[in-house]
């Protein structure tokens, strides 16, 4: 057996260290608790030992030095024997750097969010809001921290940094929120801690709708920049269509020419953001369709210039020209969402049409989501106001005749006694 030994820790003598039938250590004679280990299968180590605070009753701490000569590893055990000198535990140190290096950061788990949730579950369209969201607001300023450390203040100030675009900033701390609890479910933080659950500031109901005269310089516009070059027929057929139809934005993007059917009079979307969809091809929407070009091998109704399936960006851009040529404005609120809005409120204040038949038309299975889509015009506001006016007024010239002759009554009978 070989007794640990104590010499200065160089290559020679590590070079010479032979191994026995038990761990020994060779301890350096310059640097206290560094020493190099000798396993009985002939492994090598450095190590660096020493006791915590409170003397001989404090405890032993081991830290594995990881270098590949001694000089590196005698600088190491130097450092470490500073930080231990001045009142640091050095393998404390050490371990929560190893936990912090294995614990995956707010951007791994977005990242993983995206892939195992939004691409998976979520349609096309709101998947692609998720992941502009998540690369655009959540990772440059919460993808730095460690998820099992990230704490509500840290969220709250994020929201507050975000708060110039309330709505945005609401929605960005909700899919948040719906990331963290997927990290309780993955085991990477404990149950019910979601530093998400803050409180979020009521945001304007957007009230922005397009006026009859405004959609008209919409539809000229995307015409003259058909004319001219500016935009492809097909992003323009794409736009007229989202006119006449109300459909989402996805929906003309994804619509391919063998679910048009003419002889039915259908339009049909097996999958949509409510399921299967049909609409009708109207005197409106038909021309449309017949006028548009056709490319063997090319299934989309509306392909990119490319002849593949068109972005949605490509499709926003179209709108975005249309709506500068027109100079029609919608600041914070400008999106081809607008357009299904205004198909949508033009639906609803058809009083001929019975609500069943009229969320058929739009698209909508619930009548609380029909109900959010139900806008009227500010011409309709005046004239049911109008209305109202005048069958209070009414109201109130009916009353004052009938007291008129209540009040005749009592005199007639008063003189008559």
């Known amino acids: ?123 096309p369209v709101t998947a692609l809001g998720y992941r502009r969201i998540i690369n655009r607001a959540l990772k440059p300023r919460l993808g730095h921290f460690p998820v099992d450390a990230i704490a509500t203040k840290d969220v709250a100030e994020a929201y507050q940094a975000m708060r110039a675009t309330p709505t945005q900033a609401a929605l960005a701390i909700r899919i948040f929120s719906s990331a963290m609890s997927l990290a309780e479910e993955w085991g990477l933080r404990p149950a019910g801690s979601n530093p998400a659950r803050i409180r979020l500031k009521a945001t304007r109901r957007r009230e922005r709708l397009f006026s009859d005269n405004e959609v008209s310089r919409l539809l000229k516009a995307i015409d003259e920049l058909e004319a001219k070059g500016a935009i492809a027929a097909s992003v323009a057929l794409g736009l007229r269509l989202l006119f006449a139809t109300g459909c989402r934005a996805g929906e003309i993007q994804s619509l391919e020419w063998k679910n048009v059917d003419f002889d039915e009079g259908l339009m049909r979307w097996s999958d949509t953001k409510t399921g299967y969809l049909e609409k009708p091809i109207t005197d409106e929407v038909r021309p449309l369709l017949e006028a548009a070009d056709r490319v063997i091998g090319v299934p989309w109704v509306c392909p990119a210039p490319k002849l593949l399936k068109m972005r949605l960006e490509t499709l926003e851009a179209g709108f975005e020209r249309a709506m500068a040529e027109a100079k029609v404005e919608a600041k914070e609120n400008a999106s081809l969402h607008l357009i299904r809005h205004w198909f949508a409120s033009k639906t609803y204040s058809d009083k001929t049409i019975p609500l069943p038949l009229q969320m058929k038309i739009v698209g909508h299975s619930a009548v609380a989501t029909a109900m959010r889509y139900a806008h009227v015009t500010r011409d309709e506001v005046r004239a049911a106001a109008g209305s109202a006016a005048e069958r209070r007024g009414a109201a109130i010239k009916t009353a004052a005749k009938r007291a008129d002759v209540i009040q005749l009554a009592r005199g007639d009978k008063a003189r008559s006694t």
């Open 1 to 123: 057996m070989i007794e640990n030994q104590k010499r200065k820790i160089t290559k020679t003598v590590i070079a010479g260290a032979k191994p026995a039938t038990r761990e020994y250590v060779i301890w350096d004679a310059v640097i206290p608790g560094f020493g190099l280990r000798i396993r009985p299968s002939g492994a090598t180590s450095f190590i660096f030992v020493y006791r915590t605070t409170g003397g001989r009753g404090g405890k032993v701490r081991r830290v594995t030095i990881r270098a590949t000569n001694a000089e590196a590893a005698r600088a190491e055990a130097k450092a470490l024997s500073g930080k231990h000198h001045g009142g640091a535990d050095p393998a404390e140190t050490k371990a929560a750097l190893r936990r912090k290096a294995a614990s995956p950061t707010v951007g791994d788990l977005l990242d993983r969010f995206l892939t195992d949730h939004v691409d998976r579950d979520l349609k």
